[in-house]
């Protein structure tokens, strides 16, 4: 599914709170150049265990990869990421973004470079599921959203 970078993006758990980041395909063209080891490591720490209201159905595949559809986890610095099968949130003050767990890969095997607002967003997010973390998507609505409330 691609979906253009900080486009809205729409679920039934988040209505259309949240900014597109990372929904790539081979179709089209994105973003590409190098980014810090420091944004690329935060960026598998959140993915580790990511808190998310929204169900995937399946695992997604890489378009870019020819023949394997690419790896279903990536290993880093004694850390392992599930792909393909779930969707990170990233809360600020001003928006939250959503981003598949594919990311990872993308940047790391095939150089994509998410917008610039999405790299201070991953930077300054607060540890997964940490108190500060579930405060940030709180402030956002996201909780009565969710409940029905």
Known sequence: MFLEDLSTWQSQGLGNLAKAVGWLDSSHEYSMGHVSVDFFEKLVALLKNPWSPVVTAGRHRCSFCLFT?????????????????????????????????????????????????????????????????????????????????
């Open 69 to 149: 559809g690419g790896p279903s986890d990536l290993s880093y610095a004694g850390d392992t990421v599930i792909l393909g099968s779930s969707i990170l949130i990233v809360p600020t003050n001003e928006a939250l973004f959503v981003a598949p767990s594919m990311i990872a890969h993308y940047v790391d095997a095939h150089k994509y470079s998410p917008p610039t607002m999405f790299v201070q967003a991953v930077l300054n997010c607060p540890e997964m599921r940490s108190i500060s973390y579930l405060r940030m998507i709180r402030a956002h609505g996201v909780e009565k959203r969710i409940s029905g409330k």
